[in-house]
């Protein structure tokens, strides 16, 4: 017998012993002791790959449920409500992109010996932007007084607010507008609250906001779900070599994001309000978590 099919009978029946035992609900790893399979063999077919996901204590469930039936509440009064809230968050763009080797299958005969290098302490960009129904506001870069990527800390927080957002709000009824933000350090320190609320006065969604945005809550953040994801499966395609040029391709996908899409991902928005509210709190099942 081939050497080949010889390797994908024994497969197979490694599969059946294993998946039946499965079928009858019984520990795979009480099994080693009687199986005939090796720890390697168990360890092989059996693997599992962790998921990453926030986890969501009591009291977070509560904020979440308060806030949707706020929220809610708000859109009865005033219908539109939910295209009138300015979305944000920021994210890091790293240099060497990223593989997925959970997702990355090579099949071949003999060993491709395929590999990908990557630096150490690959190069990277920090990005805040604000989404609405009306558009996206950014990207804008964090940076120090040399120009390189800097962290975000509260005073270049406060800059960024005073010096890019809110002069780029000069072309919108900010009357009309809300403003949200997570409740990350920079975002919430007294200097920064009190700031945001010299423009958006009561409209600010925010930990020590007047309006009290619940943590742990990517399922309701459409750059989270959305911008992010969608912005790093585009901006990668060419390869770019410097930061210069993840910068520019950065900026040409988020300035190439029509209207149209921005409108349905918006009103995708209150749909996932309305399966939080039923499913007292728990996250859309699509959502998984990154760090």
């Not at 986890?55 to 706020?70: A, L, R």
């Not at 990350?184 to 320190?189: E, G, K, L, N, Y």
């Not at 007047?210 to 994801?229: E, G, H, K, Q, V």
């Amino acid at each position: 017998m081939p050497f080949v099919y010889l390797c994908a009978l024994l497969l197979l029946t490694n599969l059946y012993v294993v998946g039946f035992k499965i079928s009858q609900n019984e520990s795979v790893l009480s099994e080693l002791s009687s199986s005939t399979l090796s720890l390697a063999s168990l360890k092989r077919l059996c693997h599992s790959k962790t998921c990453v996901r926030d986890s969501v204590s009591q009291p977070c469930t509560c904020f979440k449920i308060s806030f949707v039936e706020w929220a809610q509440n708000e859109i009865a009064v005033v219908p539109d409500f939910h295209k009138r809230i300015l979305l944000s968050d920021e994210v890091h763009f790293w240099l060497n992109g990223y593989v997925n080797k959970q997702n990355c299958r090579i099949w071949s005969e003999a060993n491709p010996q395929v590999y990908i290098e990557t630096p150490l302490h690959s190069e990277k960009l920090t990005v805040w932007c604000a989404l609405w129904a009306g558009g996206i506001i950014g990207p804008y870069f964090f940076k120090n007084d040399e120009g390189h990527n800097a962290t975000v800390n509260g005073d270049r927080y406060r800059a960024m607010i005073t010096n890019f957002f809110i002069p780029e709000l000069n072309n919108h009824d900010v009357q009309e507008l809300w403003f949200q933000q997570d409740g990350a350090t920079c975002h919430t320190a007294r200097a920064t609250i009190d700031l945001l609320k010299d423009t958006f006065g009561d409209r600010l969604i925010s930990r020590f906001g007047p309006a009290n945005w619940p943590p742990r809550s990517c399922d309701l953040t459409p750059l989270d779900y959305f911008l992010w994801d969608y912005v790093k499966s585009l901006v990668y395609a060419d390869k770019p070599q410097t930061l210069d040029h993840l910068e520019e391709n950065i900026r040409r996908v988020i300035a190439d994001i029509r209207p149209q899409m921005l409108e349905k991902v918006i009103e995708n928005w209150t749909s996932r309000l309305d399966y939080i509210r039923a499913s007292r709190g728990s996250p859309k099942p699509e959502i998984i978590f990154k760090m």
